[in-house]
Antibody, heavy 121, light 110 residues
Framework: EVQLVQSGAEVKKPGESLKISCKGS????????IGWVRQMPGKGLEWMGI????????RYSPSFQGQVTISADKSINTAYLQWSSLKASDTAMYYC??????????????WGQGTLVTVSS | QSALTQPASVSGSPGQSITISCTGT?????????VSWYQQHPGKAPKVMIY???KRPSGVSNRFSGSKSGNTASLTISGLQAEDEADYYC??????????FGGGTKLTVL
């Protein structure tokens, strides 16, 4: 069974750094892209970026380029989303998600459970 | 890369059919048969209902169906049930390994 398990909820102060994770199991992690999606409170889904675990090829939405860093450690089947300096406006639920087909960055069919990030002074 | 356009809300009575539209451009919806639809209940992660325009994952009711014409994809739910009340989002491949989501549609079952 394909599973994406994300790290737990975080409460941070503005200016702090943060790295959240998404661990895949039940499939060949290296052959898939993993995307990150933001959902601000009461709002819709926004695509942030995506990484291919085979060679770490990474793409970002223009809205998130320079604001976050997507990375991965294929030795432990884990993708990451990180911030160097959080803002209150980063408060949101963050999901990782995986396409149906290996090697293809098509819209996702499998989702993690989400990581709630709260940024407040 | 603009968001796909969905109606903010739709409603229907139990047993009826409803259709949610998702309008993009020739750079996303119109260029690829790679549109997915997601159902999201409050406090839950999105769940795929349709992928690659018309394909239904195992376990998803056949009351859910998808289609596409030009730059517009559609999700139809037939035999509406109370548990279908949720937010629905479309997502299209937009080239160069990128995705674009719709703004979401709130479905109310009257």
């Amino acid at each position: 069974e394909v599973q994406l398990v994300q790290s737990g909820a975080e409460v941070k102060k503005p200016g702090e750094s943060l790295k959240i994770s998404c661990k895949g199991s039940g499939y060949s992690f290296n052959n898939y892209w993993i995307g990150w999606v933001r959902q601000m409170p009461g709002k819709g889904l926004e695509w942030m970026g995506i990484i291919y675990l085979g060679d770490s090829d990474t793409r970002y939405s223009p809205s998130f380029q320079g604001q976050v860093t997507i990375s991965a450690d294929k030795s432990i089947n884990t993708a990451y989303l990180q911030w160097s300096s959080l803002k209150a406006s980063d408060t949101a639920m963050y999901y990782c998600a995986r396409p149906a087909r290996s090697g293809s960055a098509t819209p996702p069919t499998n989702w993690g459970q989400g990581t709630l990030v709260t940024v407040s002074s | 890369q603009s968001a796909l356009t969905q109606p903010a809300s739709v409603s229907g009575s139990p047993g009826q059919s409803i259709t949610i539209s998702c309008t993009g451009t020739s750079s996303d919806v119109g260029s690829y048969n790679l549109v997915s639809w997601y159902q999201q209940h409050p406090g839950k992660a999105p769940k795929v209902m349709i992928y690659e325009v018309t394909k239904r994952p195992s376990g998803v009711s056949n009351r859910f169906s998808g289609s596409k014409s030009g730059n517009t994809a559609s999700l139809t739910i037939s035999g509406l049930q109370a548990e279908d009340e949720a937010d629905y989002y479309c997502c299209s491949y937009a080239g160069s390994s990128t995705w674009v989501f719709g703004g979401g549609t709130k479905l109310t079952v009257l």
